[in-house]
Nanobody
């Protein structure tokens, strides 16, 4: 049974940095993604990474500010978020799949974490 566990959310001021972690257990190496959702809106892909880290995707609004990386020895994916803005406020979800190729659609990911709240506010 694959299990994804996120950590690292919190309340920060605009311009600050935050790192989210997602540790996978119960399975092998996955293609992973981070999605975010705000109240009343659909969950949207923020970043994604292939199993070997060779391919990544960033939504336009986070390019140059967010970085996704992974440590396959630890089965952990990281999302480094810099220069945070109030519009980055959301619940962030880690998603994974047992196929290693980069995926960008919610339906491509059968495994999900419980979500972690990120709030950017002064």
């Amino acid at each position: 049974q694959v299990h994804l566990e996120e950590s690292g959310g919190g309340l920060v001021q605009p311009g600050a940095s935050l790192t989210l972690s997602c540790k996978a257990s119960g399975g092998g190496t996955f293609a992973m993604g981070w999605f975010r959702q705000t109240p009343g809106k659909e969950r949207q892909l923020v970043v994604a990474i292939s199993w070997d880290g060779g391919n990544t995707y960033y939504t336009e609004s986070v390019k140059g500010r967010f970085t996704i990386s992974r440590d396959n020895a630890e089965n952990t994916v990281y999302l480094q978020m810099n220069s945070l803005k109030p519009e980055d406020t959301a619940v962030y979800y880690c998603a994974g799949r047992t196929v290693g190729l980069l995926a960008m659609h919610e339906d491509d990911f059968p495994y999900w974490g419980q979500g972690t709240q990120v709030t950017v506010s002064s």
